[in-house]
Structures are given as C-alpha cells and as structure tokens.
C-alpha cells in the first residue's frame, strides 16, 4: 500500500486545510512540531545577506569592475569568490521571501507535524503525507558523543520496507515526543470507539483524504493508487 502522499497546499480541500490548522494550533492533538522561529530564520537569513552584502561593498569601494585598478579581474579566484558571494546574497533573499510566503500561504510555521496517523511534512508548497497507518514500528535511538549526548534519531518504519528519519538534539524532547505519540494514538483509538468525531477529526487532519482514497496526490508511483488503510472518519460515516 502507499505511504507517502504529494499535495499541493492551495488546492486542498478548505475542510482539509482548516483542520490541519486547527490541529497544529491544538496541544491536546499535535504530537510534536519540528519547527523553526520565524526569528530564527529571518535573523540566520539576515546575517548571511548583510555579510554578503558587506563583502561586495569591500569589493566596490576597492575599485571593483574597473578593468585598470581592480586586481580582481586578472584572478580567477576572486571572480570565483565575488560569484560566491553573490550566491550566498540571492540564497539569503530568496529563503527569506519563502519563509514571508509560506507563512502568508499556510498560516502556521512551515515544518514536520507528528499526529498519531500522519506525518506532515510541510516545508515547502507541496506537502508530503506520511501515512502513519502504515507504519510497522517506530524506532528510538539515542546517540552519544564522548559520553555526552548528542541526538536522537526517530525511524518510522513502513510496511513496504520504506522510512522516514526525524533527528532530535533535545533528549527531552525526544523522550515527551515519543510518549506522546504513543498516548496519543491510544486517545485516537478510544476517540474511535466513542465515536468522538470532533478529536478523531484532531488527531487525523488528514482523515478527509484517506476517506476519498487520496485522490488528487501527486508525484505518485507508477503503481496504482491503493488505498492507505481504513480512516476512522469512514468507520463513523
């Protein structure tokens, strides 16, 4: 069966993407957000363009493109850096203008969202849907360093053999991540059960989708389209 799902996040359904919302903003849904501040990205991305932009003035005020006075032009090497440089200032603008328009398009931070039956990956226009249904095993390694701790890797393991990796620099983080998604796949199954369709809804924003078989994705296999497990929002309809 499929495991990963490719849409383009403007044409979701609205129903869709108010509930992938509405569950990235509910703590008692969302399992776990990897994401980064808009302060983080807009103050890491800023420093690059200014030092960027720092390096070509040294180069304009020291007479740079001026065939007789700039040394600049006779080595390969400085023209290789000058490109450099310039690489590096449209690479700085260019992610803080997707950082204003992701933001302006989804409405929340761009990222990777755990919820108990999917996993989003959100990091650019297109989402990819990890369909956690279909997921054998979820494995936890904690690394060390010098006898220090380092990382963790979280492996989602797939029935078709495929996987996804998460790594984690936070210890703490990745133990609450873990005990979470394991609660919170027990409260979606007694969600289930009690025919809770408001948190079914929370912990699978996706569930309209799997219910429509996933019609619509792209970036598909070859292989036809099957059908990703039973959604519980089916077994309540």
């Known amino acids: 069966m499929q495991v990963i799902y490719q849409y383009d ?7 869709v993407i ?19 501040s ?8 800023g420093l690059l363009a200014l030092l960027c932009l720092f390096f070509l ?14 040394n600049g032009w006779h080595a390969p090497g400085m023209i ?34 755990i919820f108990p039956y999917a996993l989003i990956d959100a990091t650019s226009e297109r989402l990819a849907i990890y ?14 360093s010098n006898g220090a701790y380092s990382k963790t890797v979280c492996t989602f393991l797939f029935k078709d053999g495929s996987r996804q990796r998460m790594t984690l620099t936070n210890q703490q983080d990745a133990q609450s991540m873990v005990h979470r ?14 025919r809770d369709l408001k948190n079914v809804l929370g912990f699978d924003p996706v569930a309209d989708l799997r219910r429509r078989q996933w019609v619509g994705a ?9 059908r990703a497990g039973i959604s519980l929002f089916d077994a309540i309809r």
Do not use: C
């Not at 803080?96 to 931070?109: N, P, V």
């Not at 792209?218 to 099957?226: C, M």
């Open 9 to 15: 996040f403007k044409n979701l359904p609205g129903r």
């Open 18 to 36: 108010n509930q992938i919302r509405t569950s990235i903003d509910s703590d008692q849904h969302l399992v776990y957000g990897q994401v980064r």
């Open 38 to 45: 808009n302060f983080a990205v807009y103050l890491r991305q």
């Open 57 to 70: 003035w040294i180069g304009f005020v020291g007479a740079f493109g001026d065939p007789e006075r700039d």
């Open 80 to 113: 290789v850096w000058y490109a450099i440089v310039m690489f590096g200032l449209l690479y700085a603008l260019n992610n803080l203008y997707q950082r204003q328009h992701l933001m302006k398009l989804f409405q929340f931070l761009p990222g990777r969202y």
């Open 131 to 144: 369909d956690l249904t279909q997921m054998r095993n979820l494995d936890v390694v904690h690394h060390t």
């Open 181 to 194: 998604f394991n609660a919170f796949q027990t409260a979606a199954r007694n969600a289930f059960d009690q």
């Open 218 to 226: 792209r970036a598909l296999p070859a292989s036809a389209l099957g």
